[in-house]
Each structure stands twice: as C-alpha cells, then as structure tokens.
C-alpha cells in the first residue's frame, strides 16, 4: 500500500510539471532508483546494448535505470520511449525462462507500434537457463518471483511521465512463458498497474511446473540408460497420434483441435519379433510416452497435482523440449536444462545435485513450502494462481490469455484449470452466470497446434495485443482471432492455411463445405 501510494504521490507531481527533454532524465530523483542511461536515438538503424540491430526504428528516447529496494537488489530496466510518435499508451514486457536479460526486441517492437516501452532483466544478468543467481540470495528470488516486474511498471510510468509530461491513457502488459507467469502476477498482486494484460502459455503454477512438469519429464527421459532413452523416434509418434486422431475434428491437417479427445495408446508402436528402433518403440519407450501423456499424479500423493503433456505435435515439439538430443551432441533437452537449475539452487541448494535422488512422496511438499525469508515461502513467491481477480476486474482490467494445444513445455491444460478455477470461484452466482461474468474481462484462447509461444503444426502466427486493445479501448470483446500457418514455419514461402482461435471453452468447427485452409469456413462452436 505504501507503495502504491508513493507512486501515485509521485506521478501526480510529475503529471504537473513540466515535461522535460531526454537527456535531462539522467538527474530525475525516484526512490531506490539511479538512473544510468538517457539518450535521443535517431530516428533509421539501432544497435541495441547486446548487440542486436534494428532498423526501421523511429526516434526515441533510451533510458536505462537500476532499482533497488532492497541491498541485495539490482534490478535493470530500460524504457524506450518514442519522441515523437508517442501514442500516449505504455507498454510492460515480459521474460522467459530465468530472465536475466533486457529484452531489446521486444522493446523496439513496442516502440514501432508507438508505445512507451519498459524490459527488466528481473534483478540478475546471466543467461535465461541460469538459476544460480538464486543460490544465498533470497530477495533475488523475490525480485525475480514478482517485485521486478511490478517496479520495472512503477518506474517505468514515472519516467515516461517525466518526459512526456502527462499520464499515459492506457497501460498493457504482454508476455509469454515467464512472461505469462508475470502477466497474471500483475493481475493478481497489482490489479491497478494495468488496463489490459496478455499472458501467453503461462508457467503459472511455478512449483507445481518444476516438479510435475520439468523433472517428471527428466525422470522419464534420463532415468534409464542412454540406449532406452528417447531420442530419435518424434517423427514416429507423432505421425501415429495424428493417423489415429487427425480427424477427429473433420479436417485432415496435421493438427489436433482439441487433444484431449485423441486416446492414442503408444503400445502400438512397441517392437516386435527382429525390429528395433528407430522403427519402432522399445518398451522403455513406450513407457516413457504413456508417463509424459499421464502426468505425476500417479506418484504424487496429492490430487490433481500438476497435468500431463497432452498428444499431437510431437513431431515438431518434443526435439529439443522433451527428447535429449542423441550423440554426439549434448545428452539434455530443455526441461532438463530449465528444471534442474531450479532444484539446485532455489530449493536444495546443492549446484551438485541429482535428480535421481528427488523423493517423489514427501518432495513435492517441501518443494512449496520451503522458506524463501520469513512469512514467504517458493509456493507463494513464484506462483501465480490465485483465482481471485476481483481487484483486477474493478479497475476494469482486461486480461486476454492464449495457451499452445500442442505445448511440450507448459502442458496447456494448466491455462484451461486456472481458466476454470477463475469461473468456479464461490460465489452466489450459477455456472452460466459466472462463466457469463467471467468473460467481461477474462478470455481464454486455446491454440490447436501451437508448441510454447510459437511454432508447432497449427495456425500459430496471430495479433493478441490488437484485440485486447480494442477490447480496453473501445469496449469490443475479442470472440475470435485469426492465426495463421506459413508453409514450413517460414512467412517468406507463403500462407498455408488459416483459422479462427475461439474464446475457450468455443472451439473452430469447419463448416462442411469451401476452401478448408480458409478461417472463413469455419465457425467458433
């Protein structure tokens, strides 16, 4: 609430001064703020911090800043704001994985669009796949869980308010993966830091992810001798799921629109008599699939823990995702990559730690509950799913979220449960009026095919922050948003097809009859 209150304190100063020129935010006074950098950018070509080069750039201002609300803090943001394009919108964005950086594309991508821009690095520097920073240092973890990205928002206004002199009209968050995760921690901590917020394949049950998720993965793909693990054989699966559940939906496309009706049993592909893989799965492999398709649960002693994996897209999701890369290159893939930092540093405390030794009955609570500072714990620090949105929805929020069907990172049916979670909230209202209030400020949009935020063999290209827009904006709520698929995941070989991503739980239903590579002949049922 202090907080809170000095920002208010502070922008309403701001909003009455003066707006003052780029260069003279070097010396503009915040709490636990110092401000590094201000510069006018040209308008033409941009060479970022990290190196990365942009072109077609407007003029803006760059101003970067490091925060700290604590001694053990040291959070970078940056804010590019347009000098004279501005739109008088502001814009968060988010991170993925461990974050530990300024993300440069996403901050020029905002400011083409006009908007006044913010990036935090979280309160670390280090690859996305680092999570040392966390070893002996707590408030780190709090600053990454969500303290960053609320005050990356909180200074990022105050600056932008100092240059331009007045408010922003309308403030947006988009983010995915992390970025999700963030997204909805914005809505549930900070319900007044935004008007409209999209969270993308949201790693919202953090904990839960990294035990269920990440290391039931590993378990299944690591535990055994690199001969039985799976590593060659996606094409095969996937190519299996999609000849026994294509058509399900009535369109043979290589995409599964809803997974969870397809029941495909990987037994079928079991070797027999002299054939061997990659031809076929051995046994350890069709084990390993049947858990991945399970999820934890089974091991877990606490009811519906964490989902599994759903099937489809295996082909072009699980290299990399879920299946180790075969000799010679590295034995890893991402959820061994991302999980088991996690567990070293944020929970054990051991950078030499083995998976193998994870106790699977009692681990998982310990997991949650282990004590970040006093009164905190990891479950409460990183989690974002508390269903209460209330505040959110007062303010007169917006909050748009998308979940790929076909995700091996973040299984997609955790978006559908926090979705439901939102929906059932008790209160005196039926289902169909809570579902009904629900969507006036809340849409889900699953995405048939899509892999984590992007790719996969579904219609996977597609505008969410327009609608939302338009939705906070002029009060017209997206029902439908057009994606597409490009030949080979390439923009630059052409369109393959199209379809409408429908306000869950609305589903795209070809209509019987015209082109079926045309959204036009379907329809959200």
């Given at each position: 609430m202090a907080l809170a209150l000095v920002f208010i304190c502070a922008t309403f100063a701001l909003d009455r001064a003066a707006a003052e020129t780029c260069e003279n935010l070097i010396s503009l006074k915040l709490p636990e703020t110092t401000i590094t950098a201000a510069q006018s950018i040209p308008a033409g070509t941009y060479t970022a911090p990290d190196g990365q080069v942009f072109t077609n750039m407007p003029a803006f201002c760059r101003v970067a800043a490091t925060l700290t609300p604590t001694s053990d803090s040291d959070i970078g943001i940056e804010v590019w704001m347009p000098a004279s394009t501005w739109s008088g919108k502001f814009e968060g964005v988010g991170n993925g994985g461990f974050a530990g950086s300024i993300d440069y594309s996403e901050l020029a991508a905002g400011v083409r669009l006009g908007y006044a821009t913010v990036s935090?690095?979280?309160?670390?520097?280090?690859?996305?796949?680092?999570?040392?920073?966390?070893?002996?240092?707590?408030?780190?973890?709090?600053?990454?869980?969500?303290?960053?990205?609320?005050?990356?928002?909180?200074?990022?206004?105050?600056?932008?308010?100092?240059?331009?002199?007045?408010?922003?009209?309308?403030?947006y968050f988009d983010g995915c993966s992390t970025g999700g995760r963030q997204a909805l921690m914005e809505a549930q901590r900070f319900a007044n830091d935004y008007d409209g917020i999209v969270a993308g394949d949201p790693v919202a049950y953090y904990t839960h992810h990294h035990v269920g998720g990440n290391l039931w993965a590993v378990r299944q793909m690591f535990n055994k001798s690199a001969?039985?693990?799976?590593?060659?054989q996606d094409t095969l699966l996937g190519d299996a799921v999609n000849a026994a559940c294509d058509g399900l939906d009535g369109v043979l496309d290589g995409v599964l629109n809803d997974p969870r009706r397809c029941h495909f049993n990987p037994e079928k592909l079991l070797c027999q008599g002299s054939h061997t893989p990659p031809s076929c799965l051995s046994a350890a492999e069709v084990e390993a699939v049947k858990n991945i398709w399970t999820g934890p649960d089974q091991i877990v002693h606490e009811h519906d823990y964490y989902p599994p994996f759903e099937r489809g897209g295996e082909a072009d999701g699980w290299p990399f995702s879920i299946s180790p890369q075969p000799p010679p290159a590295q034995q890893t893939d991402h959820h061994a990559e991302i999980g088991i930092p996690f567990f070293e540093y944020f929970v054990f405390d051991n950078p030499n730690w083995d998976f193998r030794t994870f106790n699977w009955i009692s681990d998982p609570a310990y997991v949650d509950n282990k004590v970040v500072v006093p009164g905190q714990t990891l479950s409460s620090v990183l989690n974002s799913v508390d269903p209460d949105l209330k505040q959110f929805r007062a303010?007169?929020?917006?909050l748009v979220q998308y979940h790929g069907f076909s995700d091996p990172e973040v299984p997609p049916l955790t978006s559908i449960n926090y979705f439901e979670s939102v929906v059932n909230l008790p209160g005196e209202s039926s289902p169909e009026e809570s579902m009904e209030l629900t969507q006036e400020f809340y849409r889900l949009f699953m995405v048939p095919g899509m892999n984590h935020c992007s790719g996969g063999p579904g219609a996977n290209v597609f505008d969410i922050l327009t609608p939302l827009v338009q939705w906070v904006e002029q009060k017209v709520a997206p029902d439908r948003v057009i994606a597409t698929h490009y030949v080979n995941n390439d923009p630059s070989q052409g369109v393959a097809f199209t379809r409408p991503l429908c306000s869950y739980p609305q589903e795209a239903e070809y209509k019987g009859s015209g082109d079926p590579n045309d959204a036009a002949n379907f329809a959200c049922k």
């Open positions: 935090t690095d979280t309160g670390h520097t280090g690859s996305s796949y680092d999570g040392s920073f966390a070893l002996g240092h707590p408030q780190k973890i709090i600053d990454f869980g969500y303290r960053a990205i609320h005050l990356m928002t909180v200074r990022g206004k105050q600056i932008s308010v100092a240059l331009y002199g007045s408010n922003p009209q309308h403030s001969s039985t693990v799976f590593t060659t303010h007169g929020g917006k």
